[in-house]
């Protein structure tokens, strides 16, 4: 069935740039891209048609990068070096989803405010657990949201209370993996939480089980100094860390790293070479010291980069948050370089949100004819009134930095007009 | 008459450091604060009691620094560099406030999201136009926002179509000077913009007035680099940027200085010796890229510094947003000088958007027995459900990081709960 949405379409087909169609037309087949129009062609006049008016249609959101079981813990201890707050939140707070109901509360909490916020798709970390993963995707699915979730595995250096024996790790995993092939939009993917945190037994099972099974995989790289060192004394055959999921297997095409602040010049070529997703997350990276990543070099390098939050590392769970953190970050390593690193501009960093991550999922860029439509519909009029008339691109970058979802009016994941 | 406030109260009366009454009250006597009890003394048990259960009384925020007619173009031109950023954007803006019906919906709409953000007491620059500015200080005190407001100062540098004629710029100061002596809450101070865009003449005309009618001041110092070069050129005879409002008598007890990002050991003295407040605006030094403000240098100096949030160089008027921000910026700090200089916490960043500002408005620290009341009451219902009982300083924290205007369920302005 055909059908058509109406009103100002901003979408990001390149890094840096809005492709802007006024007064536009987008016009869906079954819920799938079939095209864009200035104007409406003659024949589609009768379709059904949704007008927007003068608000802006754009690209949903995709967050390559989030804890699902931090979500609880959002914006707390803040304070505290990273190891104190793996220690007294992160770990403790993700022990708590042993209790199903508990998750299934949390869960939904959370899939509700990633839909509210725009954000359709999505790499999500989930906990050890692998009923509380269950529960993560069915309440993802459910609420709209698409993309992978991956049962964590972490078989040593966390704490007593909150690690796995191997081979219950190993046994979990491969109970966890049939029992998510149920769901449709919501995939798995192998997630060993770092190097730190798995033998090299587990190690050498998630790589045998990506490549038999062709799945994908996620993990972290290069966060802050002090992981950088530790990793190289559990792995001193290892000159950069990146090689300690490669000997593994697990670094491979579809394998998404996030974070790769200390990521030196092989490490991001190393990066470039086996088309492994840089997520980069910036809030996460300022709240907890990590250091400012070198997000402009690997962009110039070609390195696939696309946005994460990381909650609860980062604070925000809104991507419109996260683009903007990205350009402050990218401000403050402008300022540090003494004007050498150019910032991020408002489209590049919007890019990364959208069209960088939705590649991921299989997407064309931008609004790209035979994809199912994930877009929002954005309403300005509760933003203070300008001085003047302003742009679409101007009301969309004014959007970016001011909005909360309250202005986000309507939302279309895979296809369909949530409710 | 006395009435009893009853909630978990929250207070910062040193930086750093948070007070806090669980289930404690709060007794006024018409509206001035009386007494902190962690028991209701027999007595007072018969008076009437606004009992906010399990939510969080604490402190109503202070803003140092904003440009009251800027927040028609927030959040935009966050890409352009400063001097690009004030003709295409700053200055059109401004100017547009000669339409006094236009200033009038403007700042309704700003003194309202002021309240609703939080913040009962500021600072503002206002634009060049005298009636404008009367309009905005009528707004303020309409909406119950106290404080000090300043028609600016422009006579040279700025565009040919926003800049005052030298002898109009004085005619107008002292017509606006007789004109507000009808405001209760909101007084005025002098506002030259900046000393590139005010002659000597003018600057001798400010500092005299200030002297002979004991007005206090606010500027702009040593924002950026860019900007100290051209007023080293255009004051040869002043070492350092600060002498260039010394010079004219404008840098005084009560003086209040906005941003001091490049301020060295001798300005930071020089600020100290004069009791001169600095107000430290983060994420206006980010967006623009002035640099990383040295605020905890300055801190240990003794220098009196509280937060800003400059809109609209700033992008965030509320002030939790201005405290992260501030923190944030201090990571920024911590990351570049490779760990060697602290962070700022969450209560030291709190402070200097409550205390420390509430002191140039005439308060005690933290809820001062004696100072009419400035409170919010932030109730946590709306964020995630965290993963265990938390405590009062942990919910806080968490609001501080999380919540926006809905949080804050109640306001209390100069003794008064507004509407």
């Known amino acids: 069935m055909l059908t058509v949405l109406k009103g100002n379409i901003l979408h990001m087909p390149a890094c840096g740039r809005y492709d802007i169609l006024e007064n536009g037309y987008l016009v869906l087949e079954d819920g799938v891209i079939r095209g864009l129009y200035e104007q409406l062609p003659e024949e589609m006049r009768p379709l059904p048609l949704a007008d927007y008016g003068d608000r802006l249609i754009v690209q ?11 979500y609880a813990m959002l914006g707390m201890g803040m304070d505290l070096p990273l190891l104190d707050w793996l220690n007294t939140y992160a770990f403790r707070t993700e022990a708590r989803y042993a209790d199903t109901e508990f998750a299934r509360r949390s869960y939904r909490q959370f899939a509700r405010d990633l839909i509210a916020n725009g ?6 970390f989930a906990s050890l657990h692998t009923d509380a993963t269950l529960i993560l995707m069915e309440e993802l699915e459910n609420a709209g949201v698409s993309g992978f979730v991956g049962k964590v595995n972490m078989d040593r250096n966390a704490a007593p209370y909150y690690q796995e024996r191997t ?24 997630t060993p939480r770092f190097t730190p945190s798995c033998t090299d037994e587990l ?11 062709n799945l994908p995989v996620q993990s972290h790289l290069s966060e802050n100094l002090t992981e950088i060192d530790w990793v190289k004394r559990l792995h001193p055959d290892c000159e950069l860390y990146w090689e300690t999921y490669h000997k593994y297997g697990l670094f491979r095409e579809g394998t998404v790293m996030a974070h790769c602040v200390h990521s030196g010049e092989m490490e991001q070529q190393a990066i470039l070479d086996h088309n492994v997703l840089v997520a980069h997350c910036p ?4 709240n907890i010291c990590s250091g400012f990543a070198p997000v402009r070099e690997m962009l110039e390098r070609g390195v696939w980069v696309a946005l994460g ?4 590392g980062g604070a925000e769970l809104p991507m419109m948050r996260v683009i903007t953190a990205a350009i402050r970050a990218s401000k403050a390593r402008r300022i540090e370089s003494n004007g050498r690193i150019p910032a991020l501009s408002v489209a590049e960093a919007s890019y990364l949100a959208t069209t960088a991550g939705a590649r991921y999922f299989g997407f064309g860029d931008g ?14 009029s509760r933003l203070p009134e300008p001085a003047r008339v302003l742009t679409v691109a ?3 970058e004014r959007l970016i930095y001011l909005a909360d979802e309250r202005s986000i009016v309507a939302r279309y994941a895979d296809g369909a007009l949530l409710a």
């Open 309 to 312: 939050s990381d909650v609860a």
């Open 367 to 380: 609004f790209s004819v035979g994809d199912p439509l994930h877009a929002l519909v954005l309403d300005d």
């Open 60 to 70: 949903a959101f995709t967050d390559m990068h989030l804890h699902a079981p931090q």
């Open 203 to 213: 190690m050498a099972f998630l790589g045998e089980l990506a490549r038999e099974r």
């Open 167 to 190: 081979e219950d790790s190993k046994k979990e995993t491969l109970r966890w993996l049939r029992e998510c092939e149920r769901f449709q939009k919501v995939k798995p993917i192998l």
């Open 283 to 286: 809030d996460s990276n300022i």
């Open 394 to 396: 101007e009301r969309y």
């Open 119 to 124: 954000t359709t798709r999505a790499a999500v």
